[in-house]
Nanobody, 123 residues
């Protein structure tokens, strides 16, 4: 069993900051790409940022210069530092990971998702 657990969401005023964390646990052999997605009410889920195992990051244009993604490979943990938050950043934020884990009989590579954490930015 593999679990991704997000933490750090909450309510913040516009211009404020939040730091999200995503911890992966279970019989993990390796984690390739990790990413943050978000889904606002009535909208499709969208990529916020992702990061390779080597640390190469990719950002949505809407968050460039404000958000920073990072990861600690030794701890199987990913972070999202969100600064200068705007009301339009309000959404449920999900972490995702493409990882290889032992299923009990073999190693398998799959995409895994967390349950999500709510981020609300008030104006």
């Amino acid at each position: 069993q593999v679990h991704l657990v997000e933490s750090g969401g909450g309510l913040v005023q516009a211009g404020g900051s939040l730091r999200l964390a995503c911890a992966a646990s279970g019989s993990i052999f390796s984690i390739n790409v990790m990413g943050w997605y978000r889904q606002a009410p009535g909208k499709q889920r969208e990529l916020v940022a992702d990061i390779t195992v080597g640390g190469r990051a990719n950002y949505a244009d809407s968050v460039k210069g404000r958000f920073t993604i990072s990861r600690d490979n030794a701890k199987n943990t990913m972070y999202l530092q969100m600064n200068s938050l705007k009301p339009e950043d309000t959404a449920v934020y999900y972490c995702a990971a493409a990882l290889t884990a032992y299923s009990g009989t073999a190693y398998r590579t799959n995409d895994y998702w967390g349950q999500g954490t709510q981020v609300t930015v008030s104006s």
